[in-house]
């Protein structure tokens, strides 16, 4: 997969832009603040239909504006399409694909596909179990539409469940405890499917992780990485029923994929409390182009790489083993600095301004 074209409309601080990204490595520079990131915000947003960074919807718009467009036309193993999403400051958004309504978000998945590098991926290590959660569940979705299905069923479930614990105010009723029952049947049987597919992706990315690992840090390391979800072993059917009590006394769900962990170690260690700044760095590249690898095998060809100023927080050899290790298909790199010995772009432009300049 590749971007042909972008197109910008009043988005952040583009009047009006357009791109046609190198097949290959395209390289984007310019101070900061300029719009580099919001480029590539653009084109990750066509993909979930969501900011990477974690933006509310009308920030996304130019400052005064009412409405945003952003335009893309994707090549998928020779099959050409165009999405375009435009976002309203009021009102409900609006997305066509090859010029047809979106009727579900849903329906977009795959249409456009990325991988994100960014200067907060260190949080994939650093942070808490749910940073990890969403990583399994965002490249499950990546890997398979349906994933997308099956992530909501569970947090439409968890929600219904969560409502009811605080409505039974501590106790259990009879009646809470039949409502009970019928919410856990649902949660067991959506949330074993996606303990298992979870399972199975960890499985798939543990060697891929750790031999991107080795490529792209200065020493080589033992590293682990494997789902931690106590209530497998059991069933969680089982496990539901055993902290029923509890969960009501609490009014929150204490068992569930909800509570699952991803566990990542360095050298036989937690990687969260144990690896230096360095190593985690290190591991949270891994990480990324592990999820890369694994998305290109399921999908058939690699999604668009978009690396965000992400040099800007790596040593010289860090930098260069990145590089190195970059797979093959279209990436787009942004830097405010120079550009890292080794990248050697098919295409360089600059940002200046909400402006694009060759």
Aim: proline fraction near 5%; aromatic fraction near 4%.
């Amino acid at each position: 997969m590749f971007l042909r074209h972008l197109w910008l409309t009043d988005f952040r601080n583009y009047a009006t832009a357009e791109l046609a990204p190198a097949t290959g490595l395209t390289a984007i520079v310019g101070d900061n603040g300029e719009g580099k990131t919001n480029l590539l915000e653009a084109i990750g947003y066509l993909a979930t239909l969501s900011s990477f960074r974690g933006a509310p919807g009308d920030a996304l718009l130019r400052s005064g504006c009412e409405r945003a467009i952003v335009r893309a036309e994707v090549d998928n193993d020779g099959r050409v399409a165009s999405v375009e999403a435009e976002l309203h400051a009021i009102g409900r958004d609006r997305v066509l694909v090859n010029r047809q309504p979106l009727r579900r978000s849903r329906d977009l998945l795959g249409t456009v596909r990325t991988t994100v590098f960014s200067p907060d991926d260190l949080a994939l290590v650093k942070g808490g179990p749910a940073e990890r959660r969403r990583l399994l569940d965002d490249t499950l979705v990546a890997c398979a539409v349906k994933h997308d299905a099956l992530r909501a069923d569970v947090d439409r479930v968890l929600r219904q469940r969560t409502t009811l614990l605080k409505q039974a105010g501590g106790r259990l009723t009879a009646d809470i405890e039949a409502t009970l029952e019928v919410w856990d049947a649902k949660l067991a049987d959506a949330g074993e499917r996606l303990g298992d597919a979870r399972d199975e992706l960890a499985t798939r990315l543990a060697p891929s992780t750790a031999a991107a690992y080795d490529a792209v840090a200065p020493r080589p390391a033992r590293v682990g990485l494997r789902y931690e979800a106590p209530w497998r072993d059991e069933g969680l059917a089982t496990a539901l029923a055993k902290a029923r009590a509890d969960d009501v006394r609490r009014s929150v769900s204490t068992v569930g994929p909800h509570r699952d962990e991803l566990a990542l170690s360095v050298g036989g260690l937690p990687a969260r409390t144990h690896a230096s700044q360095g190593e985690q760095r290190s591991l949270a590249l891994a990480l990324r182009l592990a999820t890369h690898e694994v998305v290109g095998e399921s999908a058939g060809s690699p999604p668009v790489l978009l690396l965000d100023d992400v040099f800007s927080e790596l040593d010289g050899f860090r930098s260069a083993a990145l590089l190195r290790s970059l797979p093959a298909g279209q990436a787009l790199l942004t830097t405010a600095g120079a550009l890292p010995p080794g990248a050697v772009p098919e295409l360089l432009v600059r940002v200046q301004g909400g402006t694009i300049v060759p």
